[in-house]
């Protein structure tokens, strides 16, 4: 008798959720973007390490995956940078090699919006440091100004997802 109780509350269940998925009037909810998926994709280490790594030691960026609300992008700083804001994007970083900071947060002075309220340039006063290591995970959300370097004699690379909102 329990497992029919349990089989009842089930269907009901599966029966709502069904319901609450269908629009007014019966048609299909429309597609949420007008990407289409991304196919199965295998990359062996070398080919990694290919994005991310230069000969001639210059800083590389190689974005991966771009979709309208998202990208997946490989970075390898060598050198100082510019601070950022971006106005419409998530950055969620995972560190995946040498050792770098970032300093966030404070008053961006100087910047100028290069398109789609993402502020660059000028100098960033106050702030938060942190120095990052190979592991480490960071969120910076929307309109959080903040400005990447990589410690003097290291490079620094990581893996970033940004996601549009």
Known sequence: MRHWGFLAGAMLATL???ASAQTP???PAPAPHATPPDAFVYQPAAE???LTHRTDGKPQSKIVIDHEYYYIEYVTRT???QSEAHGHWYDY???LDGEGTITYGGTQ???HDVGDLEMRGGALAGGKTIT???GDRLVV???LVHLFTATPGHTFTYLIFKQRV
């Open 16 to 18: 709502s959720l069904a």
């Open 25 to 27: 009037g019966g048609a």
């Open 48 to 50: 990694v390490e290919a």
């Open 79 to 81: 050198i100082n940078t």
């Open 93 to 95: 970083i995972h560190v």
């Open 109 to 111: 002075q100087g910047a």
């Open 132 to 134: 990052l290591h190979p």
């Open 141 to 143: 959300p929307p309109g």
